[in-house]
């Protein structure tokens, strides 16, 4: 008979979860993901329970590697709050199970998994496919995921300068606080992408905020929010205009407003990238549509729980 689970959480969980040891493991399992390979992983299309009372979604991401031996799962609500809310937008718990047994291994809180993980997926991205020589960094949000965003993005490559836009000023005054690195406040969204090189947009909007027409022929653009099929953060010229890589083809085909309204075409995933199958057209516009897969969270939580693991042992 097992034993409880651990459980391990937010504080804890810092400590435990790195970007230096969760990029790669993440990058190994966006490819697995598109190799389509059952024994590799299953994950389907996340599914989502409304909340029509309170604005929200309840979303079920279950994930199998059978070959690595992880079984999970992560309850998310998300939320569309107001402005000004000082609830938070998504709410998360990560279970891992024994796949053998089907007992739970773990229950972890999802926050700091959810931030990190997006946030490593962008950058991923932006690795794969910004231009070489790219300078400037604009950042469309100043919440949680755009805080994460620019940790990881100022940890992995050397911008000459990092912009950051808002819609309220409190916001942009909050973000300048809570980085450890310089940043140029603008604003208006238009100011902050005029000339950038990668674009992270990672707001809770449900129309456009970021319009083709400011953005930089050979941008690369991290399009983190908009995660219903009526929902926006690009408008269509920039949809049309850029090339469109995904997460997963199937979850941009069945939640992205931005990729379904526009009718843009999903070029790749960023696995089939990785894997070599399709390729990293980096001297185009490039649109990375991140939706957020239950695979990122599942080795994201198996490298928490072999690291508390390994701090248990020692304990
Ligand atoms: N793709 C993924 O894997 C993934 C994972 C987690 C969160 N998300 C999404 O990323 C987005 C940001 O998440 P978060 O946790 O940082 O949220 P947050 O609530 O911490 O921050 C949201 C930001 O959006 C801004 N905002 C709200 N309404 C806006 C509007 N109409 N126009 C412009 N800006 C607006 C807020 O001022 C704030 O700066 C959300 O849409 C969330 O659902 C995606
Ligand atoms: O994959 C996730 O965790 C997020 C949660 C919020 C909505 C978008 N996707």
């Known amino acids: ?46 599914m989502t329970v409304p909340l029509q009372k309170h604005h929200g979604f309840l ?16 309850f998310v609500c998300f939320y569309k709050r107001e402005d000004g809310s000082t609830l938070p937008s998504t ?19 999802g926050e700091v998994i959810t931030r990190m993980r997006t946030a490593a ?4 991205s932006a690795k794969l496919l910004m231009c070489p020589e790219a300078e400037v960094l604009a950042i469309l949000g100043s919440g949680v995921q755009a805080l994460s965003h620019y940790e990881v993005f100022t940890e992995m490559f050397s911008f000459k300068e990092v912009r950051v836009w808002s819609r309220t000023g ?9 980085v450890s690195g ?9 100011e902050a992408v005029r000339g950038a090189d990668v674009i992270v947009t990672v707001t809770r909007c449900t129309e456009p905020v970021l319009f083709g027409q400011w953005v930089k022929p050979g941008a690369h653009v991290a399009a983190v929010g908009a995660c219903r099929p009526n929902w926006r953060e690009l408008d269509d010229v920039l949809m049309k205009e850029a090339v ?44 990375f549509k991140s939706l957020g897969m239950g695979v990122e ?9 072999d690291q508390w693991e390994a701090k248990s042992c020692k304990s």
């Not at 400590?15 to 059952?38: I, N, T």
């Not at 997926?121 to 991923?124: E, P």
């Not at 310089?182 to 238009?190: D, Q, T």
């Open 59 to 74: 979303g079920l991401m279950p994930t199998y590697m059978e070959k690595n031996r992880v079984l999970c799962t992560k």
């Open 244 to 287: 469109v890589y995904a997460d997963s083809r199937e979850g941009a085909m069945k939640e992205s407003g931005d990729v379904i309204l526009s009718g843009a075409e999903v070029f790749a995933e960023l696995g089939d990238v990785i894997n070599g199958t399709k390729p990293a057209l980096r001297e185009k516009t490039t649109v």
């Open 182 to 190: 310089p940043v140029r406040v603008c604003v208006s969204a238009e």
């Open 1 to 46: 008979m097992a034993g409880p689970p651990a459980v391990i959480w937010e504080h804890e969980l810092e400590g435990l979860l790195r970007y230096r040891e969760l990029l790669p493991r993440l990058e190994e399992a966006l490819g697995k993901f598109s190799s389509r390979d059952p024994a590799e992983v299953i994950q389907p299309v996340r």
């Open 121 to 124: 997926a962008s950058a991923i």
């Open 297 to 305: 969270d599942a080795v994201s939580a198996q490298l928490v729980f």
């Open 91 to 109: 709410q998360s718990t990560v279970v891992l199970l024994d796949p053998e047994y089907g007992n739970i291994k773990a229950v972890m809180n």
């Open 170 to 178: 409190q916001g942009s005054e909050r973000f300048c606080r809570s």
